[in-house]
């Protein structure tokens, strides 16, 4: 019923930026929650950065000053730019988001994208 297709990742040397975008698609009457998470290979997955419409941004204390997270609620987008990107910062991330849809605008359902490789290497 929602997609959330990212896009925007790729190949960035150490000091670059890079900027994501997630999309999410299909009968939504609300996106509430979006955010992004990281998963590097043999870790646990983590959160980068949340936004909550209309509220303040939540970022992990690794990326913080260096992140920026924002939403197109008309779009139903969440974008990630990431600047002074590090090696440690290689992972694939992950867009995720709390939506309701026009067939029950009261529930809220967590959506996950099926993840974006960011590679921070020189």
């Known amino acids: 019923q929602v997609q959330l297709v990212e896009s925007g990742g790729g190949l960035v040397q150490p000091g670059g930026s890079l900027s994501l975008s997630c999309a999410a698609s299909g009968s939504i009457f609300s996106p509430y929650t979006m955010g992004w998470y990281r998963q590097a290979p043999g870790k646990q997955r983590e959160l980068v950065a949340t936004?909550?419409?209309?509220?303040?941004?939540n970022y992990a204390d690794s990326v913080k000053g260096r992140c920026t997270i924002s939403r197109d609620n008309a779009k139903n987008t969440v974008y990630l730019q990431m600047n002074s990107l590090k090696p440690e910062d290689t992972a694939v991330y992950f867009c995720?988001?709390?939506?309701?849809?026009?067939?029950?605008?009261?529930?809220?359902?967590?959506?996950w994208g099926q993840g974006i490789q960011v590679t921070v290497s020189s």
């Open positions: 936004t909550v419409s209309g509220g303040n941004p």
């Open positions: 995720n988001a709390d939506v309701s849809l026009y067939s029950d605008p009261w529930r809220r359902d967590n959506y």
